[in-house]
């Protein structure tokens, strides 16, 4: 091995400009697919951050009162909801929900020094955003231990705390007065969409909540995010279903549209994912193209560097160089060639990639284009193809040189 080397290393000091042009059309190749699946990646994460809350099949499920009369019971009977709803959902529809949230609600009066206004406090779960369909602007969100300690922390819209606070918008770290009751602000949030009004709200701990201001543990709406519902006739379906087990659950009609309401925000859920796999797809497209003409364009070159070899590899074979042999030396220096070059071109791409990555989070993002840049497993893939490019531009022109007659090898 350490003689073919030498003499592929050989051949190689001997054509430096036929190895440095080659190179080039390797690396450039390399460099350009790089940037092409950074900047696709940083239009896909864009994408996603505008769109997080409609990459989530969310159902939401709110309480009414009944408007048929149905087993007995008079029209206007109150629908309420319970912790042990939610479970039984869970256990109902185990393929088709991956998440539940409940939420408890209040009317309270929420004090700040003399400022004093009404809204709702609403006691929630961990992870609840992307259902509430909310971002964190300042400071945290709910966590374990607010919930387990029964920690007296909430979060405030951004416009209740316009009203709270007048012209300090900095409400986190102040104390509120939430009924009778002292809360300690940690974070402030925005709708991510429209979602309504959420002027005067606040999200609290849901045992703390629970425990203060809603003692009967009756829930305000439940939270459904599911999985497995990839077209509108499946939604379709699951609605259905959850509106009659709904009805088993609480005694009403199914056909009674107050005594339950159902929002689904599935069309729009596959609409966004729709678009999704498309620039996804596309991004495969655009990476496919780039290797297939970056393999393409070596083999030219390597065919070309061959046949200026011809007359070399006929007199190698005339001195009893087999044909595995001058194949061998072929692939070997393609694949070299490829690798040195394809791997300076991969880590300009990379380069290029994080330098842009850190100029958009200087500027504070885009709107659409976000961190472009490249995982671990495109660089991975981007090695194998650099290698396979080698291997495949080597064999084909070698593989025809040898074929070719001695005597026209020889005279070539």
Same mark, same amino acid.
């Given at each position: 091995?350490?003689? *073919? ?12 400009? %036929? ?28 994408? @996603? ?45 185990? #393929? #088709? ?10 009317? $309270? ?11 709702? *406090? ?17 400071? %945290?969100?709910?966590? #374990?231990?607010? @919930? ?28 509120? %007065? ?21 002027? %005067?709200? *606040? ?6 909540? #629970? ?74 497209? *655009? ?7 970056? $393999? ?5 070159? @390597? ?81 194998? $193809? ?27």
């Amino acid at each position: 091995m350490r003689d *073919i080397l030498a003499e592929v290393f050989t051949s190689m000091k001997s054509n430096k400009t %036929r190895i440095a042009l080659t190179g080039f059309s390797i690396g450039w190749g390399i460099f350009i697919l790089i940037v092409l699946l950074g900047a696709g990646n940083g239009l896909l994460k864009g994408m @996603m951050a505008n769109f997080s809350d409609a990459t989530d099949n969310i159902y939401t499920i709110t309480p009414g009162k009944t408007s048929m009369l149905y087993n007995g019971w008079p029209k206007n009977k109150e629908i309420t909801f319970t912790p042990e709803d939610v479970v039984r959902l869970e256990k109902v529809f185990p #393929q #088709q929900i991956s998440h539940v949230t409940s939420t408890l609600s209040a009317a $309270v009066s929420i004090t700040y020094k003399t400022v004093e206004t009404n809204g709702n *406090i609403d006691g929630q779960v961990l992870n609840f955003e992307h259902t509430e369909h909310i971002k964190i602007v300042q400071g %945290r969100s709910l966590n #374990q231990t607010d @919930m387990d300690s029964l920690r007296k922390v909430c979060l405030v819209s951004a416009s209740l705390a316009k009203i709270l606070f007048r012209d300090n918008q900095h409400p986190v770290g102040k104390q509120i %007065r939430i009924g009778d009751v002292m809360f300690l602000v940690v974070g402030m949030f925005e709708p991510n969409m429209d979602v309504g009004s959420v002027v %005067r709200e *606040i999200h609290a701990p849901y045992t703390i909540v #629970q425990q203060i201001f809603c003692q009967d543990n009756h829930l305000a709406k439940i939270n459904i995010m599911t999985q497995n519902l990839d077209d509108v006739p499946s939604n379709e379906t699951f609605e259905k279903n959850l509106r009659r087990e709904m009805a088993e659950m609480k005694d009403f009609n199914v056909n009674d549209p107050s005594a339950v309401k159902i929002d689904a925000n599935y069309e729009n859920y596959l609409n966004t994912v729709g678009i999704l796999d498309g620039i996804y797809l596309f991004i495969i497209i *655009i990476g496919l193209a780039t290797m297939v003409s970056g $393999v393409v364009g070596v083999s030219n070159i @390597m065919m070309i560097t061959v046949k200026e070899r011809t007359r070399e590899l006929g007199v190698r074979k005339a001195m009893g160089a087999s044909n595995e042999h001058i194949v061998g030396l072929v692939i070997i220096e393609s694949v070299i060639i490829t690798l040195i070059f394809g791997y300076v071109g991969m880590m300009a791409g990379v380069g290029v990639t994080q330098l842009l990555a850190g100029a958009l989070g200087a500027m504070g993002g885009s709107g659409i284009f976000d961190s472009p840049t490249v995982g671990l497993d495109v660089i991975i893939a981007a090695n194998l $193809v650099m290698l396979a490019a080698g291997v495949i531009a080597g064999y084909v022109p070698a593989k025809k040189a040898v074929n070719c007659k001695l005597v026209d090898a020889l005279a070539a």
